[in-house]
């Protein structure tokens, strides 16, 4: 970590350091914002995803499943054709063109910059509905706003800002899908301060042994006969308390989230290389940091370089949060098979899952009722639990089954009736102000 003062510093790196930390004066700009639609700051990853996509994003996962993964399977399901895994239906800058494409001038000024700049920023949990099928070629658009600030103490860096975000996506003629979206924001001195006293200095990631590496291969190999696929997993079949069979995820690598980088794009801070990444760092200097060669480079390089990991107060570098809830989304999937849908599902990231890291993603169905009168709909626990023992992301799924009772499922109506991106958003933004009441 380069020691010397602020003042001595490179101008990008007194930059960072300057707007790194959590003022009440940030968190009233912050608070400014909340419920004012707003451009994302990223285009899509996909602007008219077809098969391909759909394939990649699902791989990217670890997730080959036929129903997103083979363009003629899905012909012969009750989709009638190929659809999109709910990893790429919605979430973050997969999908969605901008609805909001222009702002008035003070608008402009309200929402202009980032009032955290430089405060380092965890996903740390979500919140996710779908209400209708991706399917190739959809042209989606996306409608964004901030909907809540919560000013937190913390263990681990002493303040930190929860800042939460819906979102909602929509084809031209119905809404498709919508996310809360919590990222956690803490004091970047802060954490560097602490370094090993914070509660992550005492993991350790130890070798596996042979065997260890072995009894994951053979999950592995198993996995394929796990998944439900084109039986149908009836609700009379189910019952409360029926566990799901776990599925395993890693051990972790580094190469891991390059793939899932290829499959679900650069995220929320949209990377950039080469003189792109130049060209980037004239508009967002505190996006930046110098190394140790003197070269600036981006704060997401904590996910792949030991070092960096280490500066901001951990002992190994660590996944991005929605790694783990995509593995959640995969274990959900298989378990329901091709006829059912997944509707809900939340998840917190309570603490980091580490390259070398394993994690068995588990769940078990708590609920068996009839949602909204009259859809077959079980509730389950689900959660990812890594080699030593601790429970990192604990979730909720709700899913409709088909019925020989009731038939086949009948999709979930969005809040409120809602059939455009607007109303869907107004809908979230009240939602979300009565859940903190």
Known sequence: MDQRPPDQRPPDQRTSDAQGAINEQSLDRLRARIGIAQPHPQPPWYREPGTDAFRHVSEACGDDNPLWCDPDYGAGTVWGGPVASPNMNGGDTLIGENEVTSLDPDTKS????????????????????????????????????????????????????????????????????????????????????????????????????DEQIEEIEAACVAEPARRRGAEPRWFEDVEEGDEITPLVKGPMRVTDMVVWHTGMGMGLYGVKALGLAHRQRQRLPGFFRRDDLNIPDVHQRVHWDQEWARRAGHPAVYDYGRMRETWLVHLCTDWMGDDAWLWKLDVE???????????????????????????????????????????TCPGHATILLPSREHGGVRLPDPPGGATTCTAALDALVDRFAAMAR
């Open 110 to 209: 309200l929402l202009k910059g980032d009032p955290l700049r430089g405060a380092h920023a965890y996903y740390a949990g979500s919140h996710r509905e779908w209400w209708a099928p991706l399917r190739p070629g959809t042209r989606v658009t996306r409608r964004n706003a901030l909907v809540g600030v919560h000013d937190k103490s913390s263990e681990f860096a002493d303040r930190t800002v929860h800042e939460w975000t819906g979102e909602v996506f929509a084809a031209p003629d119905h809404v498709l899908s919508a996310q809360y979206r919590l990222m956690i924001r803490t004091d970047r001195r802060a954490v560097e301060a602490k370094g090993d006293a914070t509660k992550y200095a005492g993991v350790e990631i130890e070798p596996y042994t």
């Open 349 to 391: 990231f309570r603490r980091f899952n580490y390259v070398g890291d394993t994690h068995w993603m588990r769940g078990r169905v708590v609920r068996k009722y009839l949602a909204e009168g009259d859809r077959p709909a079980v509730d389950l626990e689900i959660g990812g639990e890594n080699q030593r023992g601790e429970f």
